[in-house]
Structures are given as C-alpha cells and as structure tokens.
C-alpha cells in the first residue's frame, strides 16, 4: 500500500507544504499539502516536478580525496586533521565554513556551534549572504533584532500590497497565487509593482511604477516625507514606540519633487498617485526580495521601507507591515541559529560580550568566537590572498553564484585545502575539492526549515539514503569529534539537535527572545516527527496559529523602541561608455539555483531552455540584433554568451538574464562572473541588480 509523508518543498522561501506518495513500485507522487499554512494544497510548477528530480543520476554517492573514492573513516581524519593542522599552525581564523540556506536547521546549528564555539572563530558565512542579509541587518537596526513582523496573510487581508524589488509571480509563486486568489475575492484591493523591468507580477499591478536601479531609497524617503504631514502619520505610535524621527525625517526631508522623480526615474504624477495611495490605505503591506536587498544600499532601502511602516504605526496588525521575502527554503532557520558571520544562534548578538559568554556556557565552549567572522565576499577573498588555508562548502555552488565567480574559482583552485558536501558529483565548485562529502538529498533528509513568515516545518524522509551519503550535520559532528570535541557532539539523530536548539533559546532567556520554549526543549523523537507547522518565535502567552509583531511595540533594543534610521544613499553612477548598459540578475519561474536538481526536469527546462539577457526593441535595433541571435555581455569581471530576448517589458539601457546557467548546462552562462564584487557596507550584500556591463552581437 502507498505511504503518504508530509515534508516540505526544498526551493523558495514560500515553504510549501509537500505530501510526497511513495508507491509499492516506489514511484513518488507529489502533491501540495492542504493543511499546510503556507499553502493549502498548493504548489508552483518546481514544486509540482519534485517527483521528476529524485533519480540517482549524477549524484554524489561515496566519499572521495582527490577524485578517489574513499572511505568515509578516511575522508573525515583527513578533513579533521587539515583542519586541525591549520588551527595549530595559523590560528582558527584561518579556515572557514561558507554553507547554504539549503540546509536543514539542525545541519545549520552543528555548523555553527563547531566553528563559533569550539573552534573558536566567526569564519561561518552562508549563501544566504546573498539573499537576505540586508533585510536582516535593516530588522536588526529598526527593532533590535531580525523579526518578520507579519505573516503571509497579511498580504491576502491587505487593502494595498506594495511588491518592491520582488517579481513573486516567479520567485515566490504560491504566495503570488495567494494574492491572486485574494485580489479575485477583493477586487478593491490595490497592488503597486516597483520595478524597472514589467515582469509577470506587473500583470497584477493596478500601478507598475518602473524606478531606476537602485532609486528604491529616494522612493521611500519621499513617501516618508509625504506622510509625515499627512493624516495617515500616527503620532500616538510613534512617541511612545519609536526614537530618531527628527534625523531620519530631515534626512527623508531633503529632496524636492523635481529631484525625487530625477533619482526615481519616476514622473512627478506618479509618485503623487503612489503617495497618495499609501496614505490612504490602513491595510497595506510593503514586501520586498532581492531587488531591494542586492543592492550597495540594501539595508538603507528596507529601513526606508520599514520607516513608512512606523511613521504610520502600521506594523504587526493584520493586513499591515513590512515583509521580507526570503529567496530559499531555509535562509530563515538559518538566522535563527546564527549562520551568519555576524551573528551568533538564537538572536544573540556575538559583539555583545554577555551574549556570547551565555553561548558559550549553554554549549560547554572551550573557545567562542570573539568577534564577527568573515562575510561570503570578504571570506573569499581570504581564501584567495591565502589567510584562509581550508574552508568546507556545504550545499551550494560559489562558482556559478557568486559575485566575481571567476575570481572565486581561482581562489578555490589555489586554496591548500577545500572540502565540498553536496548531492551532487560534477559541479562548477565540486571539481576544486580535495574532499567530496556525499550528502543527504531531499526526500532523504530529515530536519526544520522556516519559511519568510518564520514558520517552522518538518523535512521529512521518505527515500532510503543512496549509496554512502549521509547527513551534513552527521559529517560536521563526525569531524568536531575527531578534532576533539567528541563530548559537544555525541548527535544521534536529527530530533535531539532541535531540541538543544531551543534548549538555547530559551537558556537564561528573561523575555528576550519572546518565545515559549518550554515544549520544544524536550521534544523526544516521536514529537518531532509528529511536529506540525508553526511560527517562532511565538508571542510569549499568545500561541496561535498566526502571530505577528510590534502593533503595541515591544521592540528588542535595550529600551524596547523602535528606531527610525536617517537613510540616506545615493545612486551611484555605474554605467560609462565603455560599459553602457545596466545589468540586472535574477530568477526565471521553472529553474531553482544553479539548476543542479531543476535541470533535470525535461518538463521544467521545457519553460525556458537557455540563458538569455532580455534587451529593449531600440537598444537591440542600435545593437543590430535579431531575437535569438548570440550576444556577448561583458564587465570588467567576466563575459557570458547569452541569447537576446528583444522585448519592451525591459527599460532602454537595462538588461536582465538569468542566473541559473552555468557551465554544466550552456558554455560561458555563469552571469555572475560579470559581477563586482561590491557590497552593501552594513549588511555585506553584494550588489547583483545593478552592474555595468558592454554588450555585443556574438
Ligand atoms: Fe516550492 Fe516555492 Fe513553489 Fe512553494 S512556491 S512549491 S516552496 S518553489
């Protein structure tokens, strides 16, 4: 008889639930999950192919030091000892973990508590880097901790819904399917679109506002302006939840209509008309992805959003917010347990030598990491100049997804020692291992996530673990103990990592970390694998269903305010005549990543089967173009060969292709080779909406 087991799809941030049917034959059918929260029953395209994506074709089955098969006894003394050998010799800033929003929470955790606490450094980066951080450093500055205020159905109960720097139709479908639904329902419900290229989700949008690259903080500041003298401005939220309005006002304050709809690119109506449709709408919420946060302003652009939200005291009440939309499955359990350089597990802040003594007593540490490690960019670039002597790659591809990627790769291949976990055998990154870990795939794993709207669901197994590959929190407790700390991690299985996890949120937690961990720290391996979805933190003594943030304040800084922050970047000029065009990169709706499990969806590829850079009508005219015709794109970084798609949903000058392809799939497709590696200075987010780039007829 077909067993049914609930787990949750592996891609976007969305975290839909999954009901995966293992027949008696042992084929897999996949279909949404109905009481999941997330998405009641539905799934996207990927989701809907998961089944398709499950074979053992190309996979990393066994252990392997230098392209030899190994034991896996073998292949963990050798990590063990390398890294050892280069604590003993260089001190423990000189290896590092660069990890994934990929992985399970548990995985995320070991990692993080054997590089922080027992070797002692902060050198524990993640993709997630890429991804969210600049939301998470903007949360950090506004409310004193990395909190999602709302929840996903805000969106549905919103009367405005303001998408900036998010094409959801694509990246996040079953949340753009909810709001669909919701629109359908409440035809007066409004949706602003903010974005230069009209992508699919403008074809919801009762307004497409198409800014300039990076114009998103002038944006706001206007819009902070405009309602400060309007009735929408709450003073009764502001005076007693809130602190730094008079700089953050005067810095909102300093642009006259004229040069707002120079830096927006924007017309004077129809900033007017956006304006006046955020202060007359109670319901709205403002939800933004990486459009905002890719950006060497990110964190400026999501508290310029976020000041909006508290000028108007619309936050944390139903319908109202600002909202993150996290691009992978796990970027949000990732935070929670300090996959971040700088951060440290459970919200704790590792520059705060109290938080990190309290880590390092709940774990027994011998040695916390006494400062902020090295963030993905940076973290590279020591393993290129040699200060980093080994680093371990857990799931994911820095070849293809890093910025300056081939810069990335010459770092790799010149580094002494390089270990690489992943499902799969031939990647970009994996040819430059010393060491090749088999790790679990989905259907195999066992874990949490969390999604964007910080809930927490199960991944559960349903598949028998192919050839050697086992667990990475497994391999990372493994090595710990060979590196001597067998005490620290004696793991038996998933389940008991979850519960020292929470263990640690609620260590000597005085109302800090709002969350009642009381049922959690002792969960038992039956309870975890009966855990049904829900949100952490939960308001302490209001669990429910849906909980959100802030409507009565009760921020994380020390006087549990809130802060406005003066914003005030500018939009640099990237473009000159050598490189003329501005490049933007992103996601197409059937592929997830470096395309190592999408690809292999013939029904997925069928979407779109090659990279292609999207070019307006009269830039591909003076071009001398023909759609489908071969062009070169270069920076001075890197090239990529991709095929036009002449199109007028792309501004003049702009340009968008994907970054998804690489060279497993088409040659010279790796985009990210052409970026710079440039950042935000708050959050580390590299910048990879907004490079200048030439471009050519192949
Ligand atoms: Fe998976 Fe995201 Fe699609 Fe949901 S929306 S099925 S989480 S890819």
Redesign the pocket.
């Known amino acids: 008889m077909a067993t049914e087991v609930k787990t949750t799809?592996p891609?976007?941030g969305?975290?839909?639930g999954v009901v995966a049917t293992v027949g008696d034959d042992g084929g897999i059918g996949v279909k949404g999950d109905p009481d999941h929260p997330a998405?009641f029953g539905r799934?996207?395209s990927?989701?809907a192919a998961l089944g398709e994506t499950l074979d053992l074709d190309g996979r990393l089955l066994y252990p392997e030091i230098g392209g030899q098969a190994a034991e896996w006894d073998e292949a963990l003394d050798l990590v063990a000892d390398r890294f050892s050998q280069a604590i003993a010799e260089h001190g423990p800033d000189s290896v590092a973990f660069y990890v994934s929003g990929q992985l399970l929470t548990e995985d995320y955790y070991v990692a993080n508590k054997l590089m922080k606490g027992f070797i002692g450094s902060g050198n524990i980066d993640t993709n997630s880097r890429l991804c969210m951080s600049s939301s998470v450093a903007g949360h950090r500055r506004a409310f004193g901790s990395d909190t999602v205020p709302g929840c996903y159905e805000d969106l549905e109960l919103a009367d405005l819904v303001v998408l900036t720097g998010s094409n959801l139709a694509w990246c996040?479908?079953?949340l753009y399917q909810r709001l669909v639904a919701a629109k359908a329902a409440r035809p007066q419900m409004q949706v602003v679109v903010i974005d230069p290229r009209r992508t699919m989700t403008a074809d919801i949008a009762d307004m497409h506002l198409a800014i300039r690259p990076d114009g998103d903080v002038a944006l706001f500041n206007g819009l902070f302006a405009h309602l400060a003298s309007s009735p929408a401005f709450d003073q009764g939220y502001i005076s007693p939840h809130t602190s730094g309005f008079a700089e953050a006002f005067a810095a909102a304050s300093a642009f006259d209509q004229a040069t707002l709809a120079r830096l927006t690119g924007l017309a004077e109506q129809e900033l007017a008309a956006f304006f006046q449709l955020f202060e007359s709408s109670e319901k709205v919420v403002t939800c933004y992805s990486q459009g905002v946060n890719q950006s060497v302003s990110g964190t400026d652009k999501v508290n310029a959003i976020i000041n909006c939200h508290l000028a108007t005291g619309r936050i944390g009440r139903p319908g109202m917010g600002p909202f993150s939309l996290t691009g992978q499955p796990n970027a949000m359990g990732g935070r929670e347990v300090g996959g971040l350089a700088n951060m440290l597990a459970a919200h704790m802040d590792i520059e705060k030598a109290g938080d990190r003594d309290q880590v390092r007593r709940f774990w027994g540490a011998p040695a916390i990491a006494a400062r902020p490690g090295l963030k993905a960019v940076d973290m590279f670039r020591a393993v290129a100049d040699g200060r980093i002597k080994a680093i371990w790659i857990m799931a994911t591809n820095p070849v293809v997804s890093m910025p300056d990627a081939d810069a990335i790769e010459a770092a790799l291949r010149a580094c002494p020692f390089v270990v690489v976990s992943d499902v799969i055998r031939q990647t970009d990154t994996t040819r430059h291992a010393h060491v090749l870990l088999p790790s679990l795939g989905w259907g195999e794993k066992d874990g949490t996530v969390t999604n964007s709207e910080r809930r927490i669901s199960r991944q559960r197994s349903f598949l028998t673990a192919p050839g050697e590959a086992r667990a990475d929190w497994w391999q990372l407790a493994e090595v710990g103990s060979l590196m001597g700390f067998a005490g620290a991690f004696a793991y038996a299985s998933a389940s008991e990592i979850f519960a020292e996890h929470a263990g640690l949120s609620g260590f000597e937690n005085d109302g800090r970390r709002d969350f009642d961990v009381g049922a959690y720290a002792e969960i038992d391996g039956a309870g975890y694998d009966a855990l049904m979805p829900f949100q952490w933190p939960q308001p302490r003594g209001k669990a429910s269903t849906v909980t959100r943030f802030f409507a009565d304040g009760g921020f994380y800084h020390p006087d549990g305010r809130a802060r406005f922050i003066a914003t005030t970047s500018q939009i640099a000029k990237r473009v000159s005549d050598a490189f003329p065009f501005t490049l933007n990169t992103g996601r197409v709706r059937d592929h997830w990543h470096t395309m190592t499990r999408t690809g292999k969806s013939a029904r997925l590829s069928a979407h779109i089967g090659e990279p292609f850079v999207e070019i307006h009508p009269r830039d591909a005219m003076e071009l001398d173009l023909s759609p489908a015709d071969l062009v070169v794109l270069e920076s001075p970084f890197g090239a990529a060969v991709v095929r036009a798609l002449i199109t007028d949903r792309q501004a003049r000058g702009n340009l968008f292709v994907p970054m998804h392809w690489n060279d497993q799939f088409a040659a010279k497709a790796r985009i990210d080779a052409l970026v710079p590696p440039i950042t935000d200075p708050v959050s580390g987010q590299p910048a990879s909406k907004n490079v200048a780039v030439s471009a050519r007829r192949f």
């Open positions: 799809c891609y976007c969305v975290g839909c998405n799934l996207c990927k989701g996040h479908p079953v």
